[in-house]
Nanobody, 126 residues
């Protein structure tokens, strides 16, 4: 059964860091791009980062460049997003997702992704 399960969210102070995890099952990372997205209340879902099946291509939203890093562990079938210097306005729900097709391009457009996790809440507050 295909599943993506996010974890690692929580409460962090402004300027702090969190590492989100996306544990996948029912498929292997060798063939699929994985993307991280976020959605704040009343706003559209936006792409944050993605990593291609080869790991060669990694893309970041402008807001994430220099602060967020996407990586993966094949042995654990898990994709991570390290987030540093978090700001109070960055308190959305974070989702990981996978496109329908294998070998799909790494893209930050949510419409290109078919399978989604349940999300993990990140709250940045002092």
């Amino acid at each position: 059964q295909l599943q993506l399960v996010e974890s690692g969210g929580g409460l962090v102070q402004p300027g702090g860091s969190l590492r989100l995890s996306c544990a996948v099952s029912g498929f292997t990372l060798d063939y699929y791009t994985i993307g991280w997205f976020r959605q704040a209340p009343g706003k559209e879902r936006e792409g944050v980062s993605c990593i291609s099946n080869t790991g060669v291509t990694r893309k970041y939203a402008d807001s994430a460049k220099g602060r967020f890093t996407i990586s993966r562990d094949f042995a654990k079938n898990t994709v991570y997003q390290q987030m540093n210097s978090l700001q109070p306005e960055e308190t959305p729900i974070y989702y990981c997702a996978r496109p329908s097709n294998a070998l799909s391009a790494c893209t930050l457009g949510p419409q290109e992704y078919r399978h989604w996790g349940q999300g993990t809440q990140v709250t940045v507050s002092s």
